[in-house]
């Protein structure tokens, strides 16, 4: 059965006319991103270029308008492409889109406007709407390095797809000539493909859209897992994301295996009032740092309220829980030495973990250990047993450099 070429155009002209009509429709009802537009007009853009095509043969002068239009969809679609993804920094600039665009259309007018060579102009045209495909794909692979993207890989493979078609029309036409074209299927080949490209950009838009949601739905659930779990001042866990981490690292360990300590800067209630909460907070945020600096892979830390900041050391014995803890007061002493900032101590409760005991348990204990050191005069850490309502304190152990 042979194909009719007016059919196939009206057919073609159909499918593009829809497919511009939906992605119109679901621009205006959904949320859509920059670039979308630009990709919605190349649609209707090339939808008026064949819809011109059709009248050629009564309104000759429309042709240029005409295959313009048709030549602008891979270098409008790649504009929308550039603001769809503003952040990334390409080879080309955006004008080259544009001035090669020109370039590409400009010997078909000549060819057009100097004979009515058919074949001429078919490899005109052909060659000029190839290396637009060609140079369009070319910045989508770039786009594709930098952004993982089923919907640019199809992209791309339906540039190349579209500059083989032209590229085959040029070549029939530069080798057959215009007796010959009349006989050949090219024509079809290239309607067809219209419609294709057509359908094809509506789906991959849509898969770009839906891509990008999905992205920014997974930012925003991070950013709220952040807010939820982080002590914004600090960076470091909030009291409830510790008692999270430190419960599932608690029941990992051996009774007595893990080290729970409870901690705090020693007068900061002066050190507001003399250098206001700008000064306190920056206190904070510098016994945070060292805290993390001072942690092994696996321990855990948090701030628990006010200045009062909690560890769980897993697998860890009380000398090793003392080395953390000194170690801790060395890089605080460090810190603060650097300019005019005051120094800092701090004061460390200290307690083992014991069989059957949460975490919140373990933290009481610690905090009688830490009210313990503060009794015995600050800037040590005391060693808590017994039990909550009978605890037995160690004598104090000066950290940092007041232990040197």
Known sequence: MTLHLPTLVIATLATMFMSSALMTLFGATQRVYRGFWWWTGAQWLGTAGVALQALRDTHPGLLPL????????????????????????????????????????????????????????????????????????????????AHRSSALEALIAVQFAAAAVNALRAVQAGLAGAAALAHDDSALLAAFASGMLAMAMVYLSLLLTHERTTLKLAESQRRLRTLAYTDMLTEVPNRRHFYQLATKSLALCEPGSAAVITFDIDHFKHINDTQGHSGGDEALRDVARCTRDALRANDVAGRIGGDEFAMLLPRTNLDEALAVVDRLSLQLDACRDVGSQQRLSLSFGIVMSREGEIIGDALRRADQALYEAKRQGRSCAVVAEGSANSPLFGESRAMGLGAR
């Open 66 to 145: 005409s295959n313009l239009l048709v030549m602008q969809w891979p270098i409008v679609t790649l504009i929308g492409l550039r603001r769809f993804y503003p952040r990334q920094v390409l080879p080309v600039p955006a004008a080259a889109d544009i001035v090669l665009l020109a370039l590409a259309f400009l010997p078909w007018l000549a060819v057009w406007a100097a004979s009515g060579d058919v074949a001429a102009r078919i490899a005109a045209f052909g060659a000029g709407a190839c290396i637009l495909y060609l140079y369009s794909a070319a910045i989508t692979l770039r786009l594709r390095a």
